[in-house]
């Protein structure tokens, strides 16, 4: 074995590297990730075409893809620049017990009683200490669901068969994928689990 089987040329790493497919208008030169048969920012039809690892100047750059959408708590929105962004993932971090899974509950519920569905996924406690959460904060809407799961094969099918509009995973760091070796909590795993989860949304 030779030292350029154990480090690739650039070129090799490169070629294996799946390409980024998007949608570009043809009429303006939007983009977007998924087809669609009108175009969202000029709204011709049958105009989107794929592109393949396209660049664009950034005055044709498509912005309608991007909107935050408010939580319904002004201060975390201010945080964000005015809320989620769809199809964004966002990172909560702090010390134990400062109130993150509180505030996720509450920004869940928020996502719900907009008309939104959201889950909300606790890998440490059950649905039934959620829920207890939940009705000590006024917080229990229909359109909120809950599960207790650490198995990422179980949060995707949870997405699969929900479709909802908000996902907290609460949180990453319990969250565990049998094919990636490594504990719960590990840097093999983590990066694993958050990697399939950023592809997700």
Do not use: Y
Not at 10 to 22: I, K, V
Not at 65 to 94: F, Y
Not at 145 to 169: K, M, N, Q, T
Not at 185 to 198: E, F
């Amino acid at each position: 074995m030779t030292s350029t089987d154990l480090h690739p040329e650039p070129t090799t790493l490169r070629a294996q590297r799946r390409p980024r497919t998007d949608f570009a208008c043809t009429a303006c030169g939007a983009t977007q990730p998924t087809w669609a048969g009108r175009c969202p920012g000029c709204g011709e039809w049958n105009t989107l075409e794929e592109v393949v690892g396209r660049a664009m100047a950034s005055a044709a750059v498509a912005t309608t893809e991007a909107v935050p959408a408010p939580t319904g708590c002004s201060e975390l929105d201010r945080a964000l620049g005015g809320g989620l962004v769809p199809g964004s993932v966002t990172l909560l971090g702090g010390e134990p017990g400062i109130g993150k899974s509180t505030l996720t509950l509450q920004v869940a519920a928020g996502r719900a009683r907009a008309g939104g569905r959201a889950l909300l996924v606790s890998a440490e406690e059950s649905a039934a200490q959620v829920r207890r959460r939940a009705e000590r904060l006024g917080v229990l809407e229909d359109g909120l669901w809950l599960a207790g799961d650490a198995d990422l094969g179980s949060i995707l099918a949870h997405l699969d068969r929900l479709s909802p509009d908000l996902l907290v995973v609460d949180s990453i760091q319990t969250v565990h994928d049998p094919d990636v070796t490594g504990a719960p909590g590990s840097v093999a795993q983590v990066r694993a689990c958050a990697h399939r989860l950023v592809a997700e949304a």
